[in-house]
């Protein structure tokens, strides 16, 4: 039985932990996940959200000069998308994951 109680000690107190250093929002669980941005920008939903929409960069393909002798592996060219910056209020961003938790 004491080896069943030690784990849930530690789960919980880890918890509190986090909520300590990290904030309030660690633990919540969001009112929706909006994957791409792109996705979303005409629903009325989240359309007073984004404020701004900036293209930073066109898409573009790059070409590499390896020799033919290379193997197929080595690519020889790859295709970058257009790239935006958006200024977004009432919500959370994560720059890792690039997932934008909205909040009510």
């Known amino acids: 039985m004491k080896t069943l109680i030690m784990p849930k000690i530690k ?19 969001p009112y929706s996940i909006i994957r791409d941005i792109k996705e979303v920008i005409e629903q009325d939903k989240y359309k007073n959200r984004i404020k701004i929409v900036k293209k930073i960069d066109h898409a573009y393909v790059e070409k590499y000069d390896f020799p033919k002798s290379y193997p197929m ?18 919500a959370t961003l994560s720059t890792r994951t690039r997932c934008c938790l909205a909040r009510r």
């Open 73 to 90: 592996r080595f690519p020889r060219d790859k295709a970058y998308e257009s790239k935006f910056i958006y200024e977004v209020s009432n």
């Open 11 to 29: 789960l919980k107190l880890s918890t509190i932990i986090n909520r300590l250093i990290l904030g309030k929002l660690v633990g919540n669980i």
